[in-house]
């Protein structure tokens, strides 16, 4: 039978549980009315969540949705996107 070992030092440079990275939805602001929506695409399903450090990462262009909010078809792309976190 293998025998572990214990070091109080090793316990406090090393995490035994990791907190898990929170995840929001992309969002966008509708030209008409100004709110933020929840965006959607070819790429992007609605209800997507995501962190924020993974959207700035993405590759995200010229996604289109129809807005919720005014009715009309939006073009988005990562860089006008932002991550909302509901609590």
Not at 3 to 8: E, K, Q, T
Request: proline fraction near 8%; glycine fraction near 8%.
């Amino acid at each position: 039978m293998k025998r572990l070992s214990w070091s109080p030092s090793a316990r406090t440079t090393t995490p035994m549980i990791q907190e898990p990275t929170p995840l929001g939805h992309v969002m966008i602001r509708c030209v008409e009315s100004g709110e933020g929506v929840p965006a959607s695409g070819e790429g992007v399903p609605r209800g997507t969540r995501i962190d924020a450090a993974s959207l700035e990462r993405s590759n995200l262009i010229e996604q289109t949705f129809k807005c919720p909010h005014c009715g009309y078809e939006h073009t988005w792309s990562a860089k006008d996107a932002w991550v909302e976190y509901v609590y």
